[in-house]
């Protein structure tokens, strides 16, 4: 199982930037997947995460985040994407893709994403 993010940069406050996780070895359609990401000096928090209950697909934000970033996932690719809009500067932190699949936790390697002007 392999996860890489990528997407991230400099960006100033009100900008954009698309992240994206690309996957492999795992049955990309049927897995939950997760964004955290992890400040300077602080501890790794959740982000978003998008899962699926039979046919629904179902996603979730931490409240900082709400209304800004959007979830995706692109089974075709084996991607799953997080569109962040409004950038803020507390929005600085180094951001990674995770999964649980066949029990196990897996970790994709992070991406920087600075939000200053």
């Known amino acids: 199982v392999q996860l890489q993010a990528s997407g991230g940069g400099l960006v100033q406050p009100g900008g954009s930037l698309r992240l994206s996780c690309s996957t492999s070895?795992?049955?990309?359609?049927?897995?939950?997947m997760y964004w955290y990401r992890q400040a300077p000096g602080k501890q790794r928090e959740f982000v978003a995460d998008?899962?699926?209950?039979?046919?629904?697909?179902?996603?979730e934000y931490v409240d900082s985040v709400k209304g800004r970033f959007t979830i995706s996932r692109d089974n075709a690719k084996n991607t799953v994407y997080l569109q962040m809009n409004n950038l803020k500067p507390e929005d600085t932190a180094v951001y990674y893709c995770?999964?649980?699949?066949?029990?196990?936790?897996?970790w994709g390697r992070g991406t920087q994403v600075t939000v200053s002007s």
């Open positions: 995770n999964t649980i699949y066949a029990h196990n936790l897996y």
């Open positions: 998008i899962t699926k209950s039979g046919t629904i697909e179902n996603v």
């Open positions: 070895g795992i049955s990309f359609d049927s897995t939950p």
